[in-house]
């Protein structure tokens, strides 16, 4: 069966990306791109064609099975009721929705069952906890997580293009010994780390740095657990890397951790990458598998465990995630 797929947002990295996956999922479709009147006419190549972009308006998705988005906050509350009232599954990237009482928010290797529940909206949800959690949740299954302490370590491609094009002329003007005017970053980016992601709450976190923990929770069905992390935006193109310290409720070994970790769908365990047992955002780059390495005890609680985590996070991030929910409601 050939669906009719609508991707919002097609001009952007994550929406190219999605075309990319719907590629490599072999997803039997048609696809309308849809993105602002500025970009109507482009052409962006898929499946050995093409597809020209068209205007989103509220009647672009009559006729429509799916809807990708990968589009801000604003165009997503601005397009979601004329998507489900078209009849089609809002499949969307951005945060709008993802804490909505009646929209599932889901990873399908974690909590796929979750998206049958969707009353025509499915979340997905932010990148660094996407990877994040496919790192932890084995752990989980063996016993309950209390709590996470997490450090990011975020590549300039999830501030979107204009992240990578900041960090490109950063390193054309350190080159020429030009100086350096950051466009997308608060601070110089090249050579340099900014722990600042997201917008200040009342608490003092970011609400990057809030998502973990408030996706999180409802990803893994774990409505206690606490977490506290703070989010770092590196020099690196592409990829996420996250330190995370896990406390379960008994004790997980290390090896019992590193067993389920090794089992657990979509997850690789790095035992040997070139001599080394972790991974960097290299390793990770252009696939969909979190790697995960470094596990071991943590020294300050006897039920705690530390380990180190990359993913990328254009593809299992956001746009391969948000391919493979959609694979899961086609294939059952």
């Not at 906890?129 to 299954?141: D, F, G």
């Not at 917008?199 to 408030?214: A, P």
């Not at 089992?263 to 979190?290: H, K, M, W």
Request: proline share 5%; net charge negative.
């Amino acid at each position: 069966m050939s669906y009719k797929i609508a991707v919002l947002g097609v001009t952007g990295a994550v929406g190219r990306e999605m075309l990319k996956c719907l590629e490599d999922y072999k997803i039997d479709c048609v696809v309308k791109g849809l993105a602002s009147a500025r970009s109507v006419g482009t052409k962006i190549p898929f499946n050995g064609g093409e597809i020209v972009v068209e205007e989103a308006t509220m009647d672009s998705f009559e006729g429509m099975d799916y809807v990708l988005g990968a589009v801000e906050n604003d165009m997503s509350e601005k397009f979601a009721p004329a998507i489900v009232k078209s009849g089609a599954v809002f499949i969307d990237n951005s945060s709008a929705f993802r804490l909505n009482d009646d929209v599932p928010l889901v990873v399908p290797e974690i909590n796929g069952e979750d998206a049958f529940k969707n009353n025509g909206i499915i979340a997905n949800p932010n990148c660094s906890t996407i990877i994040t959690m496919m790192a932890v949740a084995a752990i989980a299954k063996l016993s309950p997580i209390k709590t996470m302490v997490s450090c990011t370590y975020q590549a300039v491609s999830g501030a979107g293009q204009k992240g990578i094009e900041d960090l490109e002329q950063q390193e054309k003007s350190l080159m020429a010994g030009e100086k350096i005017v950051p466009t997308k970053f608060p601070a110089q980016i090249v050579r340099n780390a900014i722990p600042n992601i997201g917008s200040y709450k009342d608490n003092g976190y970011t609400s990057e740095e809030m998502k973990l923990q408030n996706e999180g929770r409802k990803i893994l069905h774990m409505p206690e657990m606490l977490v506290t992390c703070t989010c770092v935006r590196i020099p690196v193109m592409r990829s996420h890397s996250i330190a995370t310290t896990v406390v379960t409720e008994r004790k997980v070994s290390v090896e019992e951790a590193k067993a389920a970790i090794k089992a657990f769908p979509g997850v690789q365990l790095a035992e040997d990458i070139d001599g080394r047992d972790y991974p960097t955002p290299l390793d990770t780059s252009e696939q969909d598998d979190v790697f995960v390495g470094r596990v071991r005890e943590d020294l300050t609680n006897p039920n705690g465990l530390c380990l180190w985590c990359c993913g990328d996070q254009i593809r299992k991030g956001a746009a391969a995630n948000a391919v493979q929910i959609l694979k899961l409601l086609i294939t059952k």
